[in-house]
């Protein structure tokens, strides 16, 4: 499971965006799929950055469990146990439940921020768990909080399909129409565009699957046979083409063979 290019917000215009990344499994516990991607605040990559990272669990109890663990242990989760608090431990209203704590940066070894503002913010829907850090005054901190949690509805309930009500292939030989949302090839790094967060805000979640999983993608997505072992699309299955023409995306007939 991953969770789909595009999905975070800004990805677009995002320094560096990695999926499987290092995390702290005591403080986030066993996500099944996870993303994170950085915007660097200043010219030079070793001053603060602002982050953006989501995790997805296995359910929504798992992504309860980690917010009520997470709670007491909040300032050293955010990298900066022992710093000086400006604001304690906060619930905000924000998605299902949050997590808010401001910090003063310690001095380090540039010093260019020490006693800045550190926002760490966590934010839970569903079974998603997103978590916002960098220097308050920057005020991306909230912004991208902002956008990326309408978008996580789909991974919570109340989170209808605004047009065709997409399905879940579950037997090997399935056929199915594929709305195709992006198609990514293995170890390359490309600007990406925002389409499946775009439609997760519409009550859609996109799945990455590999081309070779679904018998006809990739003739008619154009896959050349030798790159086609290490190319992935990013997909809405449908039960038929009119159902997956409303989303106004290239649509591909195919027989799903990996379930």
Known sequence: MKVPPGFLAGESTADEVIDDHDYQADCLGQPVARRVM?????????RRHL?????????????????RDLKPKLQRCSGFEGASV????????????????TIALPLDGAGEHA??????????????????????????????????????CVFGSGCPPKYATPVTPTVNGAEAWAAVVG?????????????????ARLGYRA????????????EALGVPAEKAAHTT???????????AETLGLQVVQVRTYCL
């Open 86 to 101: 400006l604001k304690p431990v906060s619930t905000p209203a924000l998605g299902s439940e949050a997590l808010s704590i």
């Open 233 to 243: 699309y990013s997909v809405v299955y449908f039960g038929s083409r009119q159902d």
């Open 207 to 218: 799945v990455v699957v590999p081309v070779s999983c679904d018998v006809g993608a990739v």
């Open 38 to 46: 950085s915007e660097f605040d200043g010219e030079r990559e070793q």
């Open 183 to 199: 198609v990514q090839e293995t170890g390359v790094r490309e600007k990406t565009a925002e389409k499946a967060g775009d439609l």
């Open 115 to 152: 006693g800045e503002p550190f926002r760490f913010l966590v934010v839970r829907v569903g079974s998603a768990v997103a978590v916002f850090d960098g220097i308050a005054r920057t005020p991306e901190t909230v912004d991208r909080s902002t956008a990326l949690i309408p978008r996580m």
């Open 51 to 67: 982050t953006q990272a989501l995790y997805v669990y296995r359910d929504e109890d798992a992504a309860k469990a980690v917010m």
